[in-house]
């Protein structure tokens, strides 16, 4: 009788252990998930004179991202127009793992007139993102300073 305890006992045991051992295993050589950049602009604002020609924007990416992070950064019009207070414009930024906390430059062409305006802005967003999610600043504005003067 008690060699029949015992082998149930065992039973029992190498039982717990079929059922455990996936489980351990699965931790162990578990794949870390995959891990997402931050992408946001540098700063909110930015200023350029209307005869600067351009405006050069940074766009930051921070974290520890495990494959390359992009997304697409784009104009809309603000109170400026596309086509005659600046030149439309949609770019992607794609930066590797290894190039995270640093930024990559997007540019926007200024036209110049001979108009006396008040500053105009355009708007700048984030979007299509690919492993990667948004930071703050999520948008940014660009201010178009005017240099023309009233004639007398
Ligand atoms: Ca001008
Ligand atoms: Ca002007």
């Known amino acids: 009788m008690a060699a029949r305890k015992k082998q149930i006992a065992w039973l029992g045991a190498a039982a717990v252990l079929t059922l455990l051992l996936p489980l ?49 950064c784009s104009t809309s019009d603000g109170t400026a127009t596309a086509g005659e207070d600046y030149t439309a414009n949609s770019q992607v930024l794609t930066w590797q793992p290894s190039e995270a906390g640093t930024t990559k430059t997007f540019t926007i062409f200024i036209l110049n007139d001979v108009d006396v305006e008040s500053t105009e802005t355009v ?4 979007s299509n993102l690919v492993n990667a999610k948004l930071g703050s600043p999520s948008t940014a504005v660009v201010n178009i300073i005017d240099d023309d003067v009233p004639c007398p």
Do not use: K
Request: glycine letters at 6%.
């Open 123 to 126: 708007n700048l967003v984030l």
């Open 24 to 72: 351990v295993i699965s931790r162990v050589f578990a794949t870390p998930s995959p891990q997402q950049g931050t992408v946001s602009f540098e700063y909110s604002s930015w200023s350029v004179n209307e005869y600067d020609g351009t405006v050069t924007i940074t766009v930051l990416m921070t974290g520890s991202p495990t494959s390359a992070v992009s997304v697409t």
